[in-house]
C-alpha cells in the first residue's frame, strides 16, 4: 500500500458509502408502515449497494485515514466521519436492530464487518478518533452479543464462499477487543473446523468471492496459538510445497465484470492474497506462497474500479491484500 493508491481508494470509497442508490435492501416488510427507504432505514450505512458493504467501506477509510493521515482525501473522510459517525446516526442503527424481524439481519457477514471497523476505531487515539470510536461501540456491542447468543447454537459450520462463510466472520470478529467474546469465537473455530484435514478445495464457485479453504486456514491461524497451529496447517493443507491443491494457486478469471455475481471473483482473488500472505511463513516454501499471492494481486488490482457492481466493495478486499 502506498499513499497515492491510498488516496486513490479512499476516493473510490468516498463516491459510494454516500450513495443511497442503487441500493440493495436485506429488510423484512411486516407491513405497509415498513416500506422505507435506505437512508430512513439505516442513517448511516445507506451507501455502497447494501449495508455491509458500506460498513466496509468506512472501515477501509478508517485504516487508510490512520495510516495515511497526509493525503489529499483525509480531510474529506474526517468530514464523513464526523457527520456520521455520531451518537444519534449510531442510534438510529440500533434502533432499526430493535426490530422484530432483525434478529438475523445480515449475520454473519455484516456483523463481522461491524466489529472489524470498531476494531480499527479503537486504534485511532485522537480525541476526533476516540469519539468516533464511543459513538460506534453501542452499535459494536449489540452484533457482539448477537454473536454471544449465537455461536452456541450454530452446530455447524458455513463453508460458502460468500457472505454466510462462519471462518470468515470468526476471521474478522477475532480483531474486537473483547476477551469474552474472543473465548467463544475461538471455541466454535476449533469445534467447527479443528479436526478438519486434507482439504481437497473444490473451488472456485461461480460466484465466491472467498476461498473456504484458504479463509479456514486463516482463521485458524488468528484463534490457535502457534504450537497449535502449525500441526493444524501441515495436516489440512499437506501437499502445499507440490503446488497442490492446484486451484488455490491460480488466480479466478474473472468473464463479466458488470455481472455482480461474477465479478465476486474479483474479490477472490484478493481474498486468497491476503490469506496467502498470512499464511505464507507457515508454508513449506514461503518464497513460493508470496508469489502466488502476488499472481493474485495482479489478476485483480487492476479492476477494482470501472463497474459499480465490483466498485462498491473490492477496494476494501484490496486493503486486506495488500496489508
Given amino acids: 500500500m502506498t499513499p497515492d493508491l491510498a488516496d486513490r481508494f479512499a476516493a473510490i470509497a468516498l463516491g459510494h458509502v454516500t450513495r443511497e442508490y442503487p441500493n440493495k435492501l436485506d429488510h423484512v416488510l411486516a407491513g405497509p408502515q415498513d416500506a422505507r427507504g435506505p437512508r430512513d432505514l439505516h442513517p448511516v450505512f445507506y451507501g455502497s449497494f ?62 463481522a464487518w461491524l466489529l472489524k471497523l470498531a476494531a480499527e476505531l479503537a486504534l485511532h487515539d485522537t480525541p476526533e478518533g476516540r469519539a468516533w470510536a464511543a459513538a460506534v461501540e453501542p452499535l459494536a456491542r449489540i452484533f457482539a452479543a448477537r454473536f454471544t447468543a449465537f455461536l452456541p447454537l450454530a452446530t455447524y459450520p458455513i463453508r460458502a464462499g460468500v457472505h454466510t462463510n462462519t471462518a470468515f466472520a470468526v476471521r474478522l470478529a477475532l480483531d474486537y477487543p473483547d476477551a469474552a467474546l474472543r473465548g467463544l469465537l475461538t471455541d466454535a473455530a476449533r469445534r467447527w473446523y479443528g479436526d478438519d484435514a486434507d482439504c ?10 472467498l476461498s473456504p479453504a484458504l479463509i479456514e486456514a486463516e482463521c485458524m491461524r488468528a484463534a490457535l496459538p502457534e504450537p497449535a497451529f502449525r500441526p493444524w ?15 488455490l494457486f491460480t488466480p479466478a478469471t474473472v468473464s463479466d465484470r458488470s455481472d455482480g455475481k461474477i465479478a465476486h471473483l474479483d474479490g477472490l482473488n484478493l481474498s486468497r492474497a491476503w490469506c496467502w500472505r498470512a499464511l505464507a511463513d507457515f508454508s513449506p516454501d514461503p518464497a513460493a506462497i508470496r508469489r502466488t499471492a502476488q499472481a493474485h494481486i495482479d489478476a485483480s488490482l487492476p479492476h477494482v474500479s470501472g463497474a459499480y457492481m465490483g466498485e462498491h466493495w473490492l477496494c476494501s478486499f484490496a486493503v486486506l491484500a495488500l496489508g
Avoid at 200 to 209: H, I
Avoid at 233 to 245: D, H, I, K, S, Y
Fill in 50 to 111: 447494501d449495508w455491509h458493504s458500506c460498513v466496509h467501506g468506512y472501515w477501509m477509510l478508517a485504516q487508510l485515514y490512520r495510516r495515511f493521515p497526509a493525503m489529499p482525501n483525509a480531510a474529506a473522510i474526517r468530514a464523513l466521519f464526523d457527520a456520521h459517525l455520531v451518537p444519534n446516526r449510531i442510534a438510529g442503527e440500533c434502533g432499526y436492530l430493535a426490530g422484530p424481524s432483525t434478529h438475523g439481519f445480515e449475520r454473519p457477514y455484516g456483523w
Fill in 200 to 209: 481437497q478445495a473444490w473451488e472456485p464457485g461461480g460466484d465466491e468471492f
Fill in 233 to 247: 496447517f501441515a495436516a489440512f493443507l499437506p501437499r502445499l510445497g507440490q503446488g497442490l491443491p492446484a486451484t
